[in-house]
């Protein structure tokens, strides 16, 4: 069965920075395209970053550009997120999830395109 385990959320001040960190069962994180994303109360799902299976393409959503850095470790079997000047918009349930694909290159924005998904973990930025 294939597990995703989030870590690394908290309460930050507005302008601080976090790492959050998603281990998978098995090869899960080597072998599939990876993404986080993000849900604020009252809100719907949405896509922050994404990594190719072969790490030669990440994206981001345009609001955590240059502020949020997806990567991945295959040795660990472990994903990141590195975030820096925390806003306090960025407060939401962060969640890694990881999509089956044929593609090395692929990267995937749509949460219905992902095949398993971590239980999340919270990031409040408080101003």
């Known amino acids: 069965q294939v597990q995703l385990v989030e870590s690394g959320g908290g309460l930050v001040q507005a302008g601080g920075s976090l790492r959050l960190s998603c281990v998978g069962s098995?090869?899960?994180?080597?072998?599939?395209?990876m993404g986080w994303f993000r849900q604020a109360p009252g809100n719907e799902r949405e896509f922050v970053a994404g990594i190719s299976r072969s790490d030669s393409s990440t994206a981001y959503a345009d609001s955590v550009k240059g502020r949020f850095t997806i990567s991945r470790d295959n040795a660990k079997n472990t994903l990141y997120l590195q975030i820096f000047s925390l806003l306090p918009e960025d407060t939401a349930v962060y969640y890694c999830?990881?999509?089956?694909?044929?593609?090395?290159?692929?990267?995937?924005?749509?949460?219905?395109?992902?095949?398993?998904w971590g239980q999340g973990t919270q990031v409040t930025v408080s101003s």
């Open positions: 098995g090869r899960t994180v080597s072998t599939n395209a």
């Open positions: 999830a990881a999509a089956a694909t044929s593609l090395t290159s692929a990267i995937y924005r749509v949460a219905s395109r992902y095949n398993y």
